[in-house]
């Protein structure tokens, strides 16, 4: 059984700032890639920052600048620092978490929402 649980999420103004978690436990023993992603009301679900076991990092381009995505192998745990949010960033942001490049094939938690008021 493997969990993929996010925290962190809620209501925040524009331009304020946001940290979310997510932890993976259970039976994985491979996970090369963590990443968040974010699925707003009427949008498909878009990957916004995503990195390996080894630091690689890669972001949307409507976050670089403003997230930055790290990671804590010993804990199997990902972290979201958004700064200087926008409306737009309004979304329910999703964990992926698992050994494959594609997120389709790794493990997802259940969504943390985050709200930005303009």
């Known amino acids: 059984q493997v969990q993929v649980v996010e925290s962190g999420g809620g209501l925040v103004q524009a331009g304020g700032s946001l940290r979310l978690s997510c932890a993976a436990s259970?039976?994985?023993?491979?996970?090369?890639?963590m990443g968040w992603y974010r699925q707003a009301p009427g949008k498909q679900r878009e990957l916004v920052a995503r990195?390996?076991?080894?630091?690689?990092?890669n972001y949307a381009d409507s976050v670089k600048g403003r997230f930055t995505i790290s990671r804590d192998n010993t804990k199997n745990t990902v972290y979201l620092q958004m700064n200087s949010l926008k409306p737009e960033d309004t979304a329910v942001y999703h964990c992926?978490?698992?050994?494959?490049?594609?997120?389709?094939?790794?493990?997802w938690g259940q969504g943390t929402q985050v709200t930005v008021s303009s």
């Open positions: 992926n978490a698992g050994p494959y490049l594609s997120s389709t094939l790794n493990y």
């Open positions: 259970g039976s994985i023993f491979n996970i090369n890639y």
């Open positions: 990195i390996t076991s080894g630091g690689s990092t």
